[in-house]
């Protein structure tokens, strides 16, 4: 795939994910919503995904082994079946959806999600378990199709967790499971059968490392509210570009 870029696209490409693991470096998430809409531009949205899914799980493997001790277990216990029914559906689509689709609904989706970053909504009240249904299923299959459903997770988990410290680390354990159920769901799928997809995590896989490394130094020196403010503008005109390019094809 990357060998019939030219050297500006492929600078373009490692400078995507670079910029993609600096902000998981700092927030343990969101690789998907700044990749994707930019690598969307020169692989296919059928590869980004897995690709993606696959790099995640190595970055949040550490982050798992450290944290996941202490997260909510019984929120987990909830969110989980669920979240690996919707993955199964979300795989399912995604292997047979007609990309052109694929395309307008990452779109919408990524516009809808900055949009909602940037508002600042938050639950004003409690929810109750049972919405762990929903939004694990939904958060599920936007996870299979886009590797975004920390979105849905997070909204749940900020309306059943008071501290900070608990819903950050749930959330992020969260995370790595989810990743790492998406993995499996591709691997059993054939997948990762394709020499390609690996080859080019391989070789992204110094720009991934760069990134996290790089988002770990930032995020020492400056506010993590301030910075993915500025990343969730980043992302709304990604999203943005991404409609664009749907409605003038």
């Not at 902000?23 to 690789?31: C, R």
């Not at 590869?47 to 909510?72: H, Q, S, W, Y």
Request: aromatic share 12%.
């Amino acid at each position: 795939m990357l060998m019939y870029l030219s050297w500006v696209d492929l600078s373009v490409v490692f400078l995507t994910v670079f910029a993609a693991y600096v902000i998981f470096g700092i927030a343990g998430f969101g690789t998907s919503l700044v990749a994707t809409p930019v690598l969307a531009m020169f692989v296919p949205l059928g590869k980004i995904v897995p690709l993606l899914a696959l790099m995640d799980m190595c970055a949040a493997t550490g982050n798992f082994l450290k944290d996941g001790r202490k997260a909510e277990l019984h929120e987990l216990k909830r969110l989980i079946p669920f979240m690996i029914s919707g993955s199964m559906i979300g795989a399912a689509v995604l292997l047979y959806a007609r990309p052109d689709t694929l395309v307008l609904a990452l779109g919408l989706f990524v516009v809808a999600y900055a949009i909602y970053a940037l508002a600042g909504i938050h639950p004003h009240r409690k929810f109750l378990p049972g919405a762990a249904i929903p939004f694990g299923l939904v958060g599920g299959v936007f996870s299979a199709l886009f590797g975004t459903g920390g979105l849905f997770y997070a909204i749940y988990l900020s309306g059943r967790i008071e501290k900070t410290d608990r819903l950050r680390i749930t959330q992020s354990t969260l995370i790595g499971l989810a990743t790492m159920t998406r993995a499996i769901l591709f691997l059993l799928a054939g997948v990762y059968m394709d020499t390609s997809l690996l080859l080019l995590a391989l070789m992204l896989a110094p720009a991934m490392i760069l990134g996290m490394l790089t988002g770990r130094y930032v995020s020492i020196r400056l506010s993590r509210e301030q910075f993915m403010r500025v990343i969730h503008y980043v992302v709304l005109m990604s999203g943005l570009m991404l409609l664009g390019r749907y409605f003038s094809g």
